[in-house]
């Protein structure tokens, strides 16, 4: 499986968005060696958003183009549609519910083979988990310090669309997310206007 293996704080500060969320990806983000001096054009500006997309959910160009394709035919904002398609991502979910500390963790995880959805164990980064499905880690893990720790921790961002069960090792997908309330910063329509050329 193909994977994103660019130096993830690097990536940041070329962003100018904290994609990784680290606490220190952009430490260095002000540093007069990181200044940028050259104006932006159009395409530039409309190029840096799509990266921001492919960053924030570690996937590759074919796939943003196939996600992209998808929301074309999708009802109401293409740009919103193709957002809130990728939050419903399992490894995303994972990310998001606190079973890992990025998405690089969380789809390791997935491929591993220590998530199940619904009791069944699914391998697949990209499965789209829909509303109402039950996203656990597997018994075997739930014993790992590592894991515990990372689940139980008590600075967990709270999603109106995800709700934990810490007792459980789970968390559920309670609501089709809306774009207003998905924490990435990402000009939707600038993504749009660079697939439309």
Partial sequence: MATRRTPRFKECRHLGVN??????AMDRANAPAFKRTKKVSEYGKQLIEKQKVKAYYGILERQLTQYYKKALKAEGKTGEALIEALECRLDNLVYRIGFANSIRMARQMVTHGHITVDGKKINISSYAVKVGQCISLVEKMRKSPQFKQQFTSSNKVKYEYIERDE???????IARPRREKIPVEINDQMVVEFYSK
């Fill in 167 to 173: 007792e459980n090792f789970s968390g559920k997908l």
């Fill in 19 to 24: 994609v990784c969320g680290h606490p220190k």
